[in-house]
């Protein structure tokens, strides 16, 4: 019996437990802090032998392959002992994806991936599919292969979990965008992280679909030196593409994927609003037609979808001062994004943990809109020096509340105060939905 290793006893971790039992593995799952009471709760019921708090080499070093969790690094100890002893390290994804014959469509990008693979989700299952959620966002991909009978799988997929993949193929694999992110985890090597993103086009044949943005530089210089196998499918708010999505000259979204009765929709319709959710819009509204379904589906459910908590959610407004979550903005360019969509002078809440930032991407933005930041990180030193000469008040923040009180105070009405931090969230919260639902709790507390 094959010995198959877990470590990180979350949602990913838990359901390849379950599948690897069902699929006749000798099971351990490892967990170097506290496993949550319900995951605990289902490794019981299945009879799986775990450990938290610890990593017990002797029991994990004896494996034929080891699953890890993408929030582990590659530079650990454990994994490169684990490397050393050619004892193959994957994903969740790519262990599952052997066990099931669905249609995957997979979205990977820096930014507007949770919100692709939910509008994408939302159209199949309005479409009436049998169809999973899973990745980054949903249950876990693994859970869902023991347990479902799914004909279509939307996954996300972080960087992090696409190095963990080598034999899986996505049947439409989508790329939103390239900006620096995780550099710390990419040895600050932009074409690491490039070449990262580009896993998500790997094993790709001429009967699978690419379905990417050609307005993105980095993308269109990478094809330069790529030989894509699978069709392609461009999207551009800039170009009219012939396969695809673009605006025409009346400014209507088109999405034309055979040449044959293409969509229009006039981007008022859409029901996220801003230049990066027409980009999202159009990716999903391509790949939704490359599973064939009716335009009126798709049409009906670019118009009527409403997007994740914590990315640009309005919480409300206090005395004509309107507060926006968008605590899911954990890099600069998520950051720029909300920016870019905002009419009001803008009150700005940033920090936490840098992942290498370079924020001088968001100056002319924080030139023309933002009147005030407030840094909310435990050391927002980089912060303060980014954009000392730029606004006239930089104020620091130890929590949430204090935060919002300090936005509260100097906000005139017509003002947004916009959490967007450009940071993880690791050093004051859980999670970046943590700190959002803290900000929100603030907010309504005023």
């Not at 838990?14 to 699929?23: P, R």
């Not at 049998?130 to 997929?157: P, R």
């Not at 996220?272 to 009716?294: C, D, P, T």
């Not at 023309?368 to 050391?379: N, Q, S």
């Amino acid at each position: 019996m094959k010995r198959l290793v877990i470590l990180g006893g979350g949602e990913s971790g838990v359901g390849t437990a379950i599948l690897a039992q069902k699929k006749g593995f000798d099971v351990f799952l490892s967990d170097k802090g506290k496993i949550k009471d319900k995951y605990k709760n289902v490794l019981l019921k299945y009879s799986i032998n775990w450990e938290e708090e610890k990593h017990t080499e002797a029991l994990i070093l004896n494996a034929d392959q080891v699953v890890k969790s993408p929030g582990i690094p590659e530079k650990t100890d454990l994994i490169k002992a684990l490397v050393k002893k050619n004892i193959p390290v994957i994903s969740e994804i790519e262990f599952a994806g052997k066990y099931t014959n669905a249609k995957k469509i997979c979205i990977t990008g820096s930014n507007g991936k949770t919100t692709t693979t939910l509008l994408i989700y939302h159209i199949l299952q309005k479409a009436g599919l049998k169809v999973g959620l899973a990745g980054n966002v949903g249950k876990s991909f693994a859970m869902q292969v023991a347990e479902n009978d799914f004909d279509y799988y939307v996954i996300e997929l972080s960087s992090f979990q696409l190095d963990g993949m080598f034999d899986f193929k996505a049947d439409i694999a989508i790329l939103l965008n390239i900006t620096p992110d995780h550099l710390d985890r990419y040895n600050y090597e932009m074409q690491q992280y490039v070449d990262s993103k580009f896993r998500i086009i790997q094993n790709q044949t001429a009967n699978d679909e690419f379905v990417y943005c050609i307005d993105d530089e980095l993308i269109k210089n990478e094809l330069t030196k790529k030989t894509i196998k699978a069709k392609q499918y461009p999207f551009s708010i800039k170009q009219i593409v012939e396969q695809g999505a673009y605006l025409n000259e009346d400014n209507k979204l088109v999405i034309n994927t055979n040449n044959t009765n293409p969509l229009f929709m006039t981007i008022q319709e859409l029901a996220l609003q801003g230049k990066h959710n027409i980009y999202n819009s159009m990716a999903s509204g391509v790949a939704s037609k490359l599973v064939e379904i009716r335009k009126e589906t798709i049409r009906e459910s670019l118009s009527d979808f409403h997007n994740i908590d914590h990315r640009l959610e309005v919480v409300g407004n206090v005395h004509g001062i309107e507060f926006i979550n968008d605590s899911k903005a954990t890099n600069v360019n998520s950051t720029w994004y909300a920016l870019e969509s905002m009419n009001n002078k803008v009150i700005l809440i940033l920090g936490g943990v840098d992942k290498g930032n370079d924020y001088s991407m968001l100056n002319d933005l924080v030139k023309e809109k933002v009147k005030a930041i407030i840094c909310m990180g435990a050391d927002n030193n980089k912060i303060i020096k980014a954009f000392g000469g730029m606004v006239e008040t930089i104020l620091e923040a130890n929590s949430a509340k204090e935060a919002v009180a300090q936005a509260y105070k100097i906000g005139k009405k017509g003002d947004t105060v916009l959490l967007s931090p450009a940071c993880a969230s690791f050093d004051l919260f859980e999670n970046y939905e943590d700190r959002g639902t803290q900000f929100k709790e603030a907010v309504r507390a005023l």
